[in-house]
Each structure stands twice: as C-alpha cells, then as structure tokens.
C-alpha cells in the first residue's frame, strides 16, 4: 500500500486546480493545522462525506503484570469514525480491486 503525505496531497491539488505547487502545499498545511488545533481545544472536527475526529480521554486503569499492581494513567487520544460514504467506497474498492 502506498504511503500519502502533505506533499501528495499539495501535488494532486496543484495539478487539478492549475495552481503552484508551493501555494497548494500551504493550503494543505493549512487546514491541517487548523483540524490539529480544534483537536488540541477539545473541539470535534467532523468533514463531510470523509469522517470526523474526536478527541477523547482513557480512564485512568488498574493493570496486573507479572502479579504486580500497576497504574495506568489517563490519557487522551483522537478517536477517528469514518462517514458511510467512505465505508461505502471503501467496501466497493475493496471487494473490486483485491489482489
């Protein structure tokens, strides 16, 4: 499976809308930082017909290893769910174009 980064993203909008590399690059990097932040303020992003993005926080839990007690702190992590349209897409992509 091949790997997309920011500058995939920036070339393949570049190319479509006939716009500079460099000025596609800040756009993608823009919108990033943008989700990024929402995030980081505990704000849920969501984008239509792609998923959205939740910020969520792991209970502080008790674990037993080797019979020692330990605890393990909370923490927080984004949850991602993606829309039915790209679980639809996906499965259609999937069950067509399998190797």
Do not use: C
Not at 81 to 97: E, Q, V
């Amino acid at each position: 499976m091949e790997k997309v980064t920011t500058t995939t993203l920036a070339h393949k909008i570049a190319e479509r809308y006939g716009i500079p590399k460099h000025q596609a690059l800040n756009i993608v990097r823009t919108v990033l930082a943008s989700i990024g932040r929402e995030l980081l303020e505990g704000r849920r992003v969501a984008l239509m017909r792609f998923g959205s993005f939740e910020p969520r926080i792991r209970a502080e839990r008790t674990a037993v290893l080797n019979g020692q007690r330990y605890i393990v702190p909370e923490r927080s992590y984004i949850r991602f769910r993606p829309s039915s349209d790209l679980i639809f897409y996906g499965n259609l992509i999937t069950k067509f174009f399998t190797i």
